[in-house]
């Protein structure tokens, strides 16, 4: 399945939500910039915030796959595409490779913030968290946000993507409660391969949408 763009993807998946989670207590967490503009579609049919959860990937050299990932605020997820044999021997030999990165990364995250700061815990303590994606070719990404949300007194955790491959969908599984994706893909291109129209705006737009989301609820 391909999308005119992502506020199509959005609002087909807004209608998918708002059938049980309508009249909840509600919170979308976007990741990425990609993400929050499918999540500010679903935000305003559920008349509820919208908050961004910025990370990065650390890589190491040599290696496909991205060994771990870390928000601006610190919280980091090791990659279970590795296995734990795996990690334990590439965060042996590269230590002090990988903490560099860390604070390199961390630097980057919160120099690309800049107003919006991190994400205010306040505003889903007590919510089901509505995690949205622009499109998950792992399930690392919502590995991260399990990882930032453990110590967030959540009521449920909700994954919600346009599409996702069938790795992605085996780690939603394990790892929300609820799960809603329009399409599982078996072969992964790259993300905007999936979207006609290329609808991410700057950052700066990203961080206005999310500021004046209420103010768009329908």
Excluded at 4 to 32: H, P, W
Excluded at 66 to 75: C, D, E, K, M, S
Aim: charged share 20%.
């Amino acid at each position: 399945m391909y999308f005119a763009s992502r506020v199509q993807a959005g609002r087909m998946l807004a209608a998918q939500l708002a059938k049980k989670y309508k009249d909840e207590k509600c919170a979308v967490l976007a990741l990425g910039d990609g993400g929050a503009m499918v999540g500010a579609q679903v935000a305003k049919q559920l008349h509820c915030v919208l908050t961004l959860l910025n990370s990065a990937e650390i890589m190491l050299p040599r290696e496909p796959k991205p060994i771990a990932g870390i928000t601006a605020g610190g919280v980091v997820s090791y990659n279970h595409g590795y296995s734990t044999g795996e990690l334990d021997e590439l965060v042996s030999e590269y230590y002090g490779y990988i903490e560099q990165e860390k604070l390199s990364h961390m630097h980057d995250l919160n120099q690309l913030v800049g107003r919006g700061g991190t994400v205010n815990k306040s505003l889903l303590k007590n919510h089901n968290v509505i995690v949205v994606s622009d499109g998950l070719q792992t399930g690392f990404e919502v590995d991260l946000a399990a990882e930032f949300l453990k110590p967030v007194a959540i009521n449920k955790l909700v994954v919600a993507t346009p599409f996702a491959s069938v790795p992605a969908v085996d780690r939603m599984h394990v790892l929300a409660d609820d799960l809603y994706c329009l399409n599982v893909l078996h072969d992964y291109f790259d993300t905007d391969h999936y979207y006609d129209k290329q609808d991410v705006p700057d950052h700066e737009t990203v961080l206005e949408t999310i500021e004046h989301i209420i103010a768009n609820w329908k």
